[in-house]
């Protein structure tokens, strides 16, 4: 079993900056793809962000590309996902998620149903 732990979230304004944390616990996640995703009310959840392994595998959704940025600490068993100018439509929960496998392609790592754990999200609110 794995347990993943997100945290960092919280109300923000436009513009700022936002890092948030995903611990994992239980079973390493350092041989694994890792995932950021999010739901915003009312939509379905979507792909953010995914990192490979060793971090040399890193995609990201066209909506954040430029102001996101996906990172990992295999020592510290922990995914970040460092948020930038951020947007009022930025607003969501956000989730990490492992998948069971260590690199892929963008077609599958932004599958939601390729990724088997997940954490119970952290809410990040962008006002204006």
């Known amino acids: 079993q794995v347990q993943l732990v997100e945290s960092g979230g919280g109300l923000v304004q436009a513009g700022d900056s936002l890092r948030l944390s995903c611990s994992a616990s239980?079973?390493?996640?350092?041989?694994?793809?890792m995932g950021w995703f999010r739901q915003a009310l009312g939509k379905e959840r979507e792909f953010v962000a995914a990192i490979g392994w060793r971090g040399g595998t890193i995609y990201y959704a066209d909506s954040v590309k430029g102001r996101f940025t996906i990172s990992r600490d295999n020592a510290e068993n922990t995914v970040y996902l460092q948020m930038k100018s951020l947007k009022l439509e930025d607003t969501a929960v956000y989730y990490c998620?492992?998948?069971?496998?260590?690199?892929?392609?963008?077609?599958?790592?932004?599958?939601?149903?390729?990724?088997?754990?997940w954490g119970q999200g952290t809410q990040v609110t962008v006002s204006s």
């Open positions: 998620a492992r998948a069971p496998f260590s690199t892929g392609t963008f077609a599958r790592l932004s599958r939601l149903n390729e990724y088997d754990y």
């Open positions: 239980g079973r390493t996640v350092s041989s694994y793809v």
